[in-house]
């Protein structure tokens, strides 16, 4: 069919590529994130992978909703949309349903996308529509300044809750499993290798891709994911999951994660029980094990997933909009309006 | 076929078809009414039913009604009264005797006056012995009997015997209004022709209602209604719903556009998906979202795209919507948000008709978001509406709201079919211009911004919710620039009264008094003002098709008559809006029992202005 946006895209098919650098997707706005903020890196890291998707900007967009990380549209030198609150991932359906053949990024937090969005998270995820999910995961309401979020640990205390909250976290990672979602990673804020890896997959992955990043939001929950990140302590709390790699961790790398049935346990690779061929070796196309792998998130005995838990391929909702289109096309030739108009019982008076 | 009997001629007639919501009704109701469209009668309809699918068989609340008033002069109401009444139980009887004028017809269907069925009704006695019905005829019928005996040898279950009833109830309203058969018989072959028995058992049941009428001695006349006057022409029968679905698919037609609905079922307003998710040779994409919110949101998205979006509701939903709405309005993109009005507020009455809402479209958002409203006068009308909300929208990238109702949406009438070639064009100005580019320059004429869409090289620009720049449309909390960013996105929407038709004035252009309607009360209005115009009375009636903006002619039309009327089902919403705006001394006439005007209402109404007024 012709169509006034077929029309611009036929003419934007001779358009040349530049090479670009990660400077060509910086806006001209300031970034106005506070001095510290974790957000800075997964700008800084979405801006050096997009050069090598080989996506042009104008066929990229941002989307976002409400909150402190829902500003990275504007900074992003692309297209770009920052919605309301929690709709950020409708808004984005919408437009790559519209458009299949546009990259539509959303940009979210854990209380945009995990709170008031959660309903339409979990929708676009099953539906496998081809949209790149990031969810900055800071545990914390920073642009209402401090109450605790649906990801914050339980007992947490904030403005909103003096003696302690009383909700049970989400864990973004199993929630997203748990809707079905083909593509499921977790990367960190201060690891800018490990998040352009994970970015990079994420993109390149057909279908909805889903990364929780762990954000350091230094001023209303500075720390909270320190263990995780820093020197002193990440490497025992740490495991960096990988596909066909068996599960090692420790600073001495001597200790593993080994499967006593559906269980992860910690094994020491030093005492002589146990070797690396006894542990849990990560496969990402295996559903049943990125549920028990995203299911370790909490658990204070085991060390904290990061990496890719899951990604296997599944016919995305745009695709077969258009099969559908195409098929009753195929069968029925073109919609005519006219013909429409003047189908079924008709009579004529003089 | 042809009859032995005597006929005698009627100008109109209107028929009401009552029963259990499982009875078939409602498809009784719409063969009757295709058939008499194709013999040329003028008609309206109006379909009765309650929210509960399968009530409890004999209830009072289960008993679902099918309205239709034809005949050889122009039609523009359901019927303020029924002249049959054809009631397949106690409790449809019971619902709807007030509908029928006296002396009118009932026909029954003896089998559902049993014991059972007369307590469920709440009747001591059977009002078919009690004489509570000597001022009405009478026909009692044993339908029920007759179609298993009809059915006897084919070795049906008893609830498919059951279910062909209604085709006896039509075949007998087909013989006593001397319509044929034969376009129900091709409907029947068609819609179940991998149902044998359902087939033969529905064909034979409907040829042995047209023969128990022609044959027995019960029914003594037959009528004809001759085929009404009408602007020459083809037509075809459609609802409200069906109208407004291709309404929009010819508005993206126009505009070269691919028609993208992000929705979420709703009563009245869920034919309108249905209709369009046909459609897919059309390029139709139908989304239908996890909730209202997704509904809209996902067409704003899909408008960001450039797309012609739209997203169908009932009011409920518009209340959810808001926010979104909201968004449309500071993004400035162009989507069409359709509410099928019904009973309110909360759930209310979801399938019965209220013109309660339009408050909430012209104002029930936070903040200053202005919308243009336009809004439906006929079933037919909807689809005319439908297009012109969509011209509005992409021409000055706004959301436009098109109110339409549940009377509209179930709704029918004859329809005269358009062509194509005689819709405007709608013209869509992609930007795709470099030079000079700024995400929120104004056109000087309409004030409206450039569409640049995704995959335009050059105009990567970002949008939101947060306030605009003028021009630049970065983000500003200048107060200066804010309230002028508030007065400008207001203008623009004012400045469409210039790209609008003025009102119609239907009647002399000056007189004693002026009926300002809106929206599916047109008919009623219609009727009421024709009558007391034919007595000489110097009432005009205008309805407004637009608004927000209003037509501009609307304050002079009000200055030419000495009194106004505003008949609206709903506490007075646009004479609030019209005594504001005009500073008139208009009056209202409220009704808000989640069923449409009487044309009588109306009519008394009038009369009893005018003679207070004089």
Aim: hydrophobic letters at 40%; a neutral charge.
């Amino acid at each position: 069919m012709s169509t006034r946006v077929n029309e611009i895209l036929t003419t934007a098919a001779s358009f040349e590529m530049p090479k670009y650098s990660s400077k060509d997707f910086s806006s001209d706005q300031d970034v106005r994130w506070c001095p510290g903020c974790g957000d800075y890196s997964i700008l800084a890291q979405t801006q050096r992978v997009m050069p090598e998707l080989g996506i042009p900007r104008h066929k990229t967009v941002f989307v976002s909703g409400i909150g402190c990380s829902s500003r990275f549209p504007y900074y992003m030198e692309t297209y770009g949309f920052h919605g309301i609150h929690g709709r950020a991932t409708a808004i984005a359906s919408g437009l790559k349903v519209a458009r299949p053949d546009l990259s539509v990024w959303v940009v979210t937090g854990d209380g945009d996308g995990m709170s008031i969005g959660g309903n339409h998270f979990i929708h676009l995820l099953r539906r496998n529509i081809d949209v790149k999910v990031l969810l900055f995961n800071n545990q914390i309401y920073g642009l209402t300044k401090g109450q605790y979020s649906p990801t914050s640990e339980q007992g947490k205390v904030t403005k909103s809750t003096p003696q302690g909250s009383l909700d049970y976290p989400f864990n973004p990672a199993a929630l997203a499993l748990g809707a079905s979602a083909t593509f499921v990673a977790r990367t960190l804020d201060r690891d800018p290798k490990h998040m352009q890896m994970v970015l990079k997959r994420a993109a390149e992955h057909k279908g909805t891709s889903f990364v929780e990043l762990y954000q350091n939001c230094n001023v209303f929950n500075d720390g909270a994911f320190f263990q995780f990140t820093e020197k002193d302590t990440k490497d025992d709390s740490l495991v960096l999951i990988e596909h066909g790699k068996p599960l090692v961790f420790g600073k001495e790398k001597d200790r593993g994660i080994k499967l006593d049935g559906f269980t992860p346990t910690v094994v020491s690779l030093k005492d002589g029980q146990h070797s690396v061929n006894d542990l849990l070796v990560h496969n990402e196309r295996d559903t049943t094990l990125s549920f028990i792998l995203a299911d370790m998130t909490y658990k204070a005995s085991l060390p904290r997933p990061v990496g890719i838990f899951l990604s296997v391929e599944r016919p995305t909702y745009e695709d077969l909009m258009t099969a559908q289109i195409e098929h009753a096309r195929a069968k029925r030739g073109e919609g005519d309006m006219d013909k429409l108009l003047n189908s079924g019982d008709t009579w004529v008076i003089s | 076929m042809s009859s032995t009997k005597q006929t005698q001629s009627l100008e109109e007639v209107t028929i009401r078809f009552a029963g259990d919501s499982g009875d078939g009704m409602q498809l009784t109701g719409t063969q009757f009414t295709n058939t008499t469209a194709l013999l040329g009668n003028d008609l309206s309809t109006f379909p009765d039913y309650p929210a509960e699918i399968r009530a409890p068989q004999g209830t009072l609340f289960g008993v679902s009604g099918f309205q239709i008033h034809f005949g050889s002069t122009e039609i523009h109401t359901p019927g303020d009264q029924c002249d049959v009444l054809v009631a397949m139980n106690a409790a449809a009887l019971k619902v709807n005797l007030n509908t029928l004028i006296d002396g009118g017809a009932i026909i029954v269907n003896t089998d559902g006056f049993s014991d059972k069925n007369l307590k469920l009704a709440g009747y001591a006695q059977s009002p078919l012995r009690d004489g509570s019905l000597d001022k009405y005829r009478l026909y009692e019928v044993d339908i029920t009997k007759l179609t298993s005996l009809a059915l006897q040898d084919l070795n049906l279950s008893s609830k498919l015997v059951d279910r062909s009833k209604n085709f006896f109830a039509l075949g007998m309203m087909f013989w006593m209004y001397n319509r044929p058969i034969e376009p129900t018989v091709d409907w029947i072959y068609e819609k179940f022709k991998n149902k044998p028995d359902i087939k033969e058992a529905n064909t034979r049941v409907l040829k042995a209602g047209w023969n128990y009428g022609e044959t027995t001695e019960i029914f003594k006349v037959r009528y004809e209604v001759g085929p009404a006057k009408l602007t020459p022409g083809k037509y075809r029968n459609i609802t409200g719903n069906q109208a407004t679905a291709w309404g929009l698919m010819a508005a993206a037609k126009k505009a070269k556009l691919e028609l993208f609905l992000g929705t979420y079922p709703i009563t009245p307003a869920s034919d309108i998906l249905h209709e369009l998710s046909i459609y897919k040779s059309f390029g139709v994409k139908t989304f239908q979202a996890e909730d209202e919110i997704a509904g809209i949101t996902s067409a704003i998205g899909a408008a960001f795209g450039g797309a012609l979006a739209t997203t169908t509701t009932s009011g409920p939903g518009v209340a959810l919507k808001s926010e979104a709405m909201g968004l449309a309005v500071m993004v400035e993109l162009p989507v069409v948000i359709v509410n099928v009005q019904r009973g309110g507020p909360s759930t209310g009455l979801p399938t019965k008709t209220e013109q309660a809402d339009l408050l909430q479209a012209v104002y029930g958002r936070n903040g200053e978001a202005p919308i243009p409203v336009v809004a439906a006068a006929t079933p037919g009308d909807c689809f005319y509406a439908a297009v012109e909300a969509s011209r509005i929208a992409l021409k000055y990238m706004t959301p436009v709201i098109l109110l339409t109702d549940g009377y509209l949406a179930n709704g029918s009438e004859p329809w005269l079919i358009p062509s194509m070639s005689a819709l405007p064009d709608i013209g869509v100005p992609f930007r795709t211009e470099k030079e000079g580019f700024l995400p929120y320059l104004r056109d000087e004429k309409t004030l409206s911004r450039p569409w640049a869409i995704p995959g335009t090289p050059g105009l990567e620009h970002r949008i939101g919710g947060l306030e605009k720049a003028h021009l630049t449309g970065n983000i500003s909390y200048d107060p200066k620039n804010h309230e002028f960013m508030v007065r400008l996105r207001d203008e623009k929407i004012e400045r469409i009264a210039h790209d609008i038709p003025d009102a119609v004035v239907e009647g002399a252009a000056s007189g004693d008094l002026l009926v300002v309607g809106w929206g599916g009360t047109y008919g009623a209005i219609k009727s009421a003002v024709t009558k007391v115009q034919s007595r000489g009375l110097k009432v005009s009636q205008m309805h407004l098709k637009h608004l927000n903006p209003m037509p501009k002619n609307v304050e002079t039309v009000f200055k030419s008559f000495k009194h106004i009327l505003v008949p609206e089902l709903n506490l007075g919403q646009l004479l609030k809006i019209l005594r504001s705006k005009y500073l008139v001394p208009a009056v209202g006439l409220d009704k808000i029992q989640g069923l449409p005007f009487r044309s009588v209402e109306i009519e008394a109404k009038i009369e009893e202005l005018l003679k207070g007024g004089k």
